[in-house]
């Protein structure tokens, strides 16, 4: 019986060694902020079919089929990409894990009205509304879970804040 060499596996991982890292060292200046917006982020979930169904039945989202009958949940100027546990497309994060992610959506609608539609589709709240800060001003929180467990979080500025941003790329 034929064995791999897992030891040619193992080694084949590019590693970084801490010697090129150059990041790490004291005194490098920052450069200017080479990113403008979240495009995409890609969800690893346990059933596309259940997550599909929750994205767009609980918050709205629209399902995208794209090549190779690939699927995505499009928002805003963004989208979530699907990616089946076991069955990732490469390049993929180093573990991929289904209900490791933590995120927070803004909305333009009342929180109340969202509770209120959770409550009709039976995803029950975890906390909120209750007060946070977002990346522009304070917005009020709301927080669920999807089907694999990932903690949503469905955030309204308090302020005029979203009416400047919305039109930004």
Not at 58 to 70: P, Q, Y
Request: glycine share 6%.
């Amino acid at each position: 019986m034929h064995f791999p060499d897992f030891r040619i596996l193992w080694f084949s991982i590019p590693v970084p060694s801490p010697e090129s890292m150059s990041w790490k060292k004291e005194g490098m200046s920052p450069p200017p902020c080479f990113i403008q917006r979240l495009d995409h982020l890609v969800l690893t979930v346990k059933s596309i079919e259940d997550t599909v169904a929750f994205y767009s039945k609980v918050l709205g989202m629209e399902v995208v089929t794209f090549k190779g009958n690939r699927k995505a949940l499009h928002f805003g100027q963004q989208k979530f990409n699907l990616h089946e546990a076991g069955h990732e497309f490469e390049p993929k994060a180093r573990r991929p894990v289904p209900g490791s992610a933590d995120f927070c959506l803004i909305t333009a609608e009342p929180l109340e009205k969202l509770l209120e539609h959770l409550e009709a589709c039976g995803v029950p709240s975890e906390e909120g509304p209750v007060a946070r800060t977002g990346a522009v001003g304070p917005i009020t929180s709301v927080y669920f879970r999807d089907p694999d467990e990932n903690l949503v979080e469905v955030s309204r500025y308090c302020t005029d804040v979203a009416a400047e941003t919305e039109g930004e790329p």
